[in-house]
Nanobody
Framework: QVQLVESGGGLVQPGGSLRLSCTVS????????MGWYRRQAPGKERELVA????????TYADSVKGRFTISTDNAKNTVYLQMNTLSPEDTAVYYC?????????????WGQGTQVTVSS
């Protein structure tokens, strides 16, 4: 079992920055991959924003490349998403995700989500 708690969301003006944090209930070393997803509207699919593997390999959605950075602080069991040059299109509920290999499949764990609103 893994518990994830996000923080850092809020209201920001276009062009501004926010940093989201996700505190994990166990050592990040034991997790195969961590990621940030977002849902931009109710009923819309949750989409991958960024992910990082236990080997520090990162993946980004095309829409956030060059603006967002995912990182980890293993000593604090925390995953960050630094978001710069925000636009209204980045408005969404952001969810932290952890994937653990369980036999031949992965188990996914989710945080409760944190709202990010980009508006003037």
């Amino acid at each position: 079992q893994v518990q994830l708690v996000e923080s850092g969301g809020g209201l920001v003006q276009p062009g501004g920055s926010l940093r989201l944090s996700c505190t994990v209930s166990r050592s990040i070393f034991s997790i195969n991959a961590m990621g940030w997803y977002r849902r931009q509207a109710p009923g819309k699919e949750r989409e991958l924003v960024a992910s990082i593997t236990s080997g520090s390999s990162t993946t980004y959605a095309d829409s956030v490349k060059g603006r967002f950075t995912i990182s980890t602080d293993n000593a604090k069991n925390t995953v960050y998403l630094q978001m710069n040059t925000l636009s209204p299109e980045d408005t969404a509920v952001y969810y932290c995700n952890a994937r653990l290999l369980n036999g031949l499949h992965f188990d996914n764990y989710w945080g409760q989500g944190t709202q990010v609103t980009v508006s003037s």
